[in-house]
């Protein structure tokens, strides 16, 4: 029994080191931390009229859910804060505490594209990924439909298409990725009338975030949303007021713990799901066991 329990021990181990990558090639997986000279979009809520322009041409660039222009210049979905979903990767939500006559008192939300993103240090076979350029992408071809990132996101971004039992996707905000890469802006920032939003490099926008608030203290709290919080994202904010009233989470500069992305990337890497571990591991307990059986033969015929 006890040279069995050591045989199969030895052969496990030998599998697992064959099928897990090394260390240094999961965390190698993501491109260098130049987050300063990635792109960004500063959002000045002082500015937004809640016009939800931006709404309307982010689902005319991604081909979301068609709705007539007249669904956007519905102002009574201003009575509830709204999250981005499976039809809408960006929805502009007007802040907690403010009167429906007010203007500058909305905020658009979607995807941050985190700096340092929970969703890509929780995905576990590696479909989301980020980059220099500042975006949080998804690869529909590596998802095995977890939904890991939807539980780690701390914006509670992520949707994911329940209805679609065949093809599921996650669905959140491209950051228009096309458009950047032919030296376009995202297709919100360019629909915005007012300049709500500005995009640029993100080192950029953080001078220019401050400057206004030093130009103009009376009207900006002292405070760059997404500069610092959770490592900084690619899309920042500027208020009036306290970001919590913005539906903004309040969060501290620490990244959020990547601890488990070492080891669930080597053992996710190249699509190996733990089955497969599993599986071989299953074929050398039955080699084993078949091993024993044919020496028990063996000794009964002796």
């Not at 629909?191 to 500005?198: D, G, I, M």
Request: hydrophobic share 30%.
């Amino acid at each position: 029994m006890d040279k069995d329990r050591r045989k199969f021990l030895k052969l496990s181990t030998v599998a697992t080191a064959s099928l897990i990558p090394s260390v240094t090639s999961a965390s190698t997986e993501h491109c260098e931390d130049d987050f300063d000279n990635a792109f960004g979009v500063l959002v000045d809520t002082t500015v937004c009229v809640g016009c939800r322009n931006c709404e309307l041409a982010c689902n005319q660039q991604n081909e979301l859910p068609e709705q007539p222009e007249e669904h956007f210049s519905d102002k009574s979905v201003f009575n509830s804060m709204r999250k981005p979903s499976v039809e809408a990767y960006t929805v502009v939500n007007r802040s907690i505490d403010s009167q429906p006559s007010e203007l500058g008192s909305f905020s658009k939300i979607q995807c941050m594209h985190c700096n340092h993103p929970a969703c890509v240090s929780a995905c576990i076979v590696g479909a989301l990924t980020k980059c220099t350029h500042g975006v949080v992408s998804w690869d529909a071809w590596k998802c095995i439909g977890c939904r890991y990132c939807m539980i780690a996101c701390p914006f509670q971004i992520p949707a994911y298409e329940f209805k679609e039992p065949l093809k599921p996707r996650v669905m959140k905000c491209t950051f228009c990725y096309d458009r950047i890469h032919d030296n376009k802006k995202p297709a919100c920032v360019e629909s915005c009338p007012v300049e709500a939003l500005t995009f640029g490099k993100r080192r950029d926008l953080i001078k220019l975030a401050h400057s206004r608030i030093e130009t103009s203290p009376d009207k900006y709290y002292d405070h760059v949303y997404g500069e610092k919080e959770i490592g900084g994202t690619s899309w920042m904010y500027l208020a009036s007021k306290e970001f919590i009233n913005y539906d903004l989470p309040k969060l501290g500069e620490e990244q959020i713990p990547q601890m488990t992305e070492i080891i669930q990337h080597g053992i996710f890497k190249s699509f190996l799901p733990p089955l497969a571990l599993y599986g071989f591991l299953g074929l050398v307990m039955h080699s084993i066991r078949q091993n024993k059986k044919k020496e028990t033969e063996n000794d009964e015929q002796s």
